[in-house]
């Protein structure tokens, strides 16, 4: 019997490639993608103009409803029942009274705001100053539901929307008080707490639309017209510019 050592050297040795062979994998086949179409983009369904007119008068009605009742007393029934529509088919519309509220103060909001802007446009402090009260008379006389709505809501404490007027109204005061600080160094202007200035603005205003009715019942009249409007108006614009004129 031969040894250990010579039976191990008898065995036949692999050939040097052999390993190579055995354990290489055969080279991946890769398969062609299928091509896909490209994506077709639709273009965007345009609003319906009933679908508009619809929410114009959900809007309407809602901001009448508010501006009497409050946010807490009106309802979606109430509402839509005034309209002749289902309240199912008003929360088509607008999904929720909050939702509902946020958008008739929007757009009050958006209305004072563009008002706002008069002060920014041209450099002539009282044609600017009686722009912007002209602005806010005229929306108190077409807007009153809007103005008390929003009033309201902020006698409230503004539950709802104190966001939006941190949010919007901040800027545009600062924006405006900006201005009448640039005509003040200039001169044009007697320099006095501007802020406080458009505050007493809004108030006077905003009384020809939250107080119409007392006013009219002390100048025997079922409402104010057109001519108290005017006159106020003059007068407020009148004391406004009286009270920025410079003392020389």
């Known amino acids: 019997m031969k040894p250990a050592a010579e039976r191990r050297a008898a065995r036949p040795v692999p050939p040097a490639h052999a390993s190579v062979v055995n354990t290489a994998r055969a080279p991946a086949v890769k398969t062609a993608k299928t091509a896909r179409p490209p994506a077709v983009k639709l273009a965007p369904r ?18 009448a409803q508010f501006a009497r009742y409050g946010f807490e007393g009106a309802s979606l029934e109430g509402i839509a029942a005034a309209l002749g529509i289902s309240r199912h088919n008003l929360l088509y519309y607008f999904p929720s009274k909050e939702q509902l509220y946020r958008r008739v103060l929007d757009d009050v909001m958006t209305q004072w705001l563009a008002g706002m802007g008069a002060l920014a446009v041209g450099d002539d402090p009282e044609a600017a100053l009686a722009r912007y009260i002209a602005a806010k008379m005229r929306s108190s006389r077409e807007r009153p539901d809007g103005s008390k709505t929003f009033t309201k809501e902020v006698i409230a404490g503004a539950p709802h929307y104190a966001d939006a007027i941190t949010g919007r109204v901040g800027p545009a005061l600062a924006a405006d008080v ?3 600080e640039r005509w003040a160094r200039q001169g044009r202007i007697a320099k006095v707490d ?4 458009m505050f007493v603005i809004w108030a006077v205003t905003q009384a020809y639309a939250d107080l119409a009715p007392q006013f009219a019942l002390l100048l025997g009249k079922r409402r104010l017209d057109a001519g108290d409007f005017a006159r106020a108006q003059a007068l407020i614009t009148r004391l406004v510019l009286a009270g920025l004129k410079r003392g020389d």
């Open 194 to 197: 501007f802020t406080h200035l």
């Open 178 to 180: 900006r201005v009448f």
């Open 46 to 63: 345009p609003v319906r103009a009933a679908r508009i007119e619809k929410e114009r008068a959900i809007l309407r009605e809602a901001e």
